[in-house]
């Protein structure tokens, strides 16, 4: 009878592909995995790298780095990767050797862009730029440049948060001098009344979209100067997108009686007849509200067409005490 060598692996693949499925999250058993067999090596090493999370100066980015320089199949096999940032930021070379990231998430605790040092800077738009990146998630990052987006197309998700309550409060990152063309599919953004200004008019210029579904934006300042700002950059969505779910969040006071009825009257009408702008759901939240139920009356008031298709929901959130 012959003996069978205990690296020998006479498993079916599909058995092993499962048993490795079934280990996920459990590192240690993976780690045990690949010095089993060979045939267990490489699906135990793409389920350990599928997923990294990097801080800024820990010891062990350098010895990920010398195992991605003797190993470069594991640059390949990192697909999602959260990188947190300390209010310090060190440099990271290991960032380059991700050749098939598809998310990314950069975590800064409220650290502005200009702080970072120059190389880590690049490093982080080279991987933005990779031509595998499809979602890049910002939480807490400051004054980054927005206009590297134009040449990122690969990109579909793109969302802004900050680090506390991130429905409501996002942080600014935008610029008043940057205007900013985008084609994702799903836009999160936090945003100011953003001026243009060689023609001193309020744009955001969304015409380079063309697979754009859902928007979520949050304005901040005058409810009124943001429903003009909204219908203006609405105006420049192309006929090529087919919305169908917006979310308004305007972060700041409204009352009831301020004279803005044709704004609502705009985007109501944008949102009916335009094929392109039809929706199935137009949420609207303001936030530092007064008066509850006279601001939902209101708004709703002036949106008759989308109250009449049951298309519009109001929400109003207190104004802190």
Known sequence: MSSTSPRSCPLPQELIDYIVV?????????????????????????ALFKTLTLYDGSLENTRLDDAMSSNTLLQTYVQTLRLRLSPKPKVMPVLRKFTSLRSLRIEAFVLCWMN????????????IQSRTLEQLIFQSLSGFPLGILRHCPQLKDL????SDRPEVKPIDLLNDEEIV??????????????????????CLDLSGLTNLRVIHITWFGSVSLSLH?????FDTVSKQNKLQEIKFIFDGTYYPSEPDYGSWMRL?????????????????IMTHSTEDDEC????LERL?????????EVQCLPRPR
Request: aromatic share 12%; net charge positive; charged share 20%.
């Open 22 to 46: 079934e280990l996920s999250g459990d590192w240690r058993s993976l780690e045990a995995c690949c010095l089993t067999a060979k045939c267990f090596r490489k699906p135990s090493q793409k």
């Open 268 to 284: 109501d009408g944008m949102f009916t007849e335009s094929a392109h702008l039809k929706i199935s759901h137009f949420l609207i």
């Open 296 to 299: 939902k009356f209101t708004i």
């Open 304 to 312: 008759p067409k989308l109250q009449s298709k049951g298309l519009v």
């Open 159 to 162: 969302q802004f948060f900050s």
């Open 181 to 202: 063309s985008f084609d994702f599919a799903h836009v999160v953004l936090p945003l100011t009344n953003c001026a243009d200004r060689s023609s001193g008019s309020m």
């Open 229 to 233: 700002f909204a219908a203006t950059m």
């Open 116 to 127: 970072i040092h120059s190389h880590l800077q690049q490093d982080i738009l080279y991987l």
